[in-house]
């Protein structure tokens, strides 16, 4: 039934005009400015997939009653649309994104979307909207997402469900140079356990661990680090974005996928071109008390969180309910540096890109 699915394109009739979307471009920031279209696509259980459209970016008609309002059964994907120096347009591995896409519907007991009616989708919007593709260091942020849109207060996975793209011009992330960012390590609040949804891109997730974030804000913190659920000991991720830590032999450690943190894309990408440059890389677990240690000693020479929004942000400093210390004099180090000089030429399309990642969107 999904095979045969097409678009219907129904142009949005009062766009915004060019001089005023300019002045929105210019003003970067994260998630404020949208498109001017959205693709939407709905699920039920008798007709699968269908109504499948571009179309005007408005509000949706949802009932009070709407599963996803109560029961929270809702994923999402986050990528990126870029404008390479050649004026082509491309998305970073889109296809991960598809895939990844499916694996949190399935963890959600949502129905899965064929990875190339994801992609569609994606690109349709990224061509319908392409005028909204910042130039400079800014790109066109992608929000993929999938609720339960059906009208019904009982707890089991809902009879209708919605799908929907969105778009949202960001400028560079970091205006101005990529400042460190601080952390806070959270000992009290955890994001996911084992058997939970971590490994899943939902928004209970979020929802969750927003009060840990605003203890890190109201630490003076960026960013907030979990640790596992078990044992409150052993180094997770950070709210939405996955860690890297440089040791002093140059090798790299992060935390290994074992169900109860995101496999980034990003994570992936870097894991990739570092095992390419010879390095040695670890997946393995690493303990808050190792990092406080080894900071102290000097063991740890570096460390960054890594994710799409941000791509590569190097931890000048880590606070936590009992002290803190610093990261390479909170400064970005070195490997940090060059690895988020060659992931982000090759996201546009500055450096050879040689493992086809950058997929170019037609226009
Ligand atoms: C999305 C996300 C990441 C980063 O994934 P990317 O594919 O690299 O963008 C890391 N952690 C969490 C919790 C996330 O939701």
């Given at each position: ?74 994923i999402f994907e986050g990528m990126k649309a ?8 491309t998305l970073f591995r889109p296809d991960q994104n598809a895939r990844r896409f499916n694996l949190s519907a ?6 899965t979307l064929p990875e190339e009616t994801f992609l569609e989708a994606v690109e349709?919007l990224v ?14 942020y992608l929000r993929p997402f999938m ?16 799908f929907?793209v969105?778009a ?32 899943a891109k ?60 995101l496999p980034g894309i990003t994570r992936a990408s ?37 994710g799409t929004a ?37 996201q ?9 990642w950058a997929r170019?969107v037609?226009?």
């Amino acid at each position: 039934m999904s095979a045969a699915l097409s678009f219907t394109h129904i142009p949005n009739p009062t766009p915004t005009p060019a001089a005023e979307r300019e002045a929105l471009l210019a003003q970067g920031g994260f998630g404020t400015v949208f498109s001017d279209h959205m693709v939407t696509i709905e699920w039920s259980q008798d007709k699968g997939w269908h109504k499948a459209e571009v179309r005007k970016r408005e509000p949706f008609l949802l009932d009070p009653a709407a599963a996803v309002l109560h029961y929270a059964q809702e994923i999402f994907e986050g990528m990126k649309a870029y404008r390479t120096p050649e004026g082509k347009i491309t998305l970073f591995r889109p296809d991960q994104n598809a895939r990844r896409f499916n694996l949190s519907a399935e963890r959600m007991a949502m129905p899965t979307l064929p990875e190339e009616t994801f992609l569609e989708a994606v690109e349709l919007l990224v061509q319908t909207d392409k005028d909204w593709i910042p130039g400079g260091n800014g790109s066109l942020y992608l929000r993929p997402f999938m609720f339960a849109s059906e009208a019904f207060l009982g707890v089991r996975p809902a009879h209708h469900y919605t799908f929907c793209v969105i778009a949202s011009p960001v400028g560079d992330y970091f205006k101005g140079g990529a400042k460190p960012v601080s952390v806070w390590v959270s000992t009290e609040y955890t994001r996911a356990s084992q058997g939970g949804t971590g490994a899943a891109k939902c928004g209970g997730n979020y929802a969750a661990s927003l009060v840990a974030q605003a203890e890190a804000y109201d630490n003076g913190c960026d960013q907030v680090v979990f640790l596992d659920a078990a044992e409150h000991r052993w180094i997770e991720e950070l709210g939405g974005m996955n860690v890297f830590f440089v040791l002093e032999d140059g090798s790299l450690l992060t935390t290994p996928l074992a169900g109860t943190i995101l496999p980034g894309i990003t994570r992936a990408s870097l894991l990739e071109l570092a095992r390419a440059r010879g390095l040695k890389v670890e997946e393995r677990r690493y303990s808050f008390e190792e990092w406080q240690a080894d900071a102290r000693s000097g063991k740890i020479k570096e460390a960054f969180a890594c994710g799409t929004a941000a791509v590569v942000a190097a931890i000048g400093e880590v606070r936590y309910a009992g002290g803190s210390f610093k990261i390479a004099d909170g400064q970005t180090g070195p490997l940090t540096e060059s690895l988020r000089e060659e992931l982000t030429g090759i996201q546009r399309g500055r450096v050879a890109d040689t493992r086809g990642w950058a997929r170019p969107v037609a226009i």
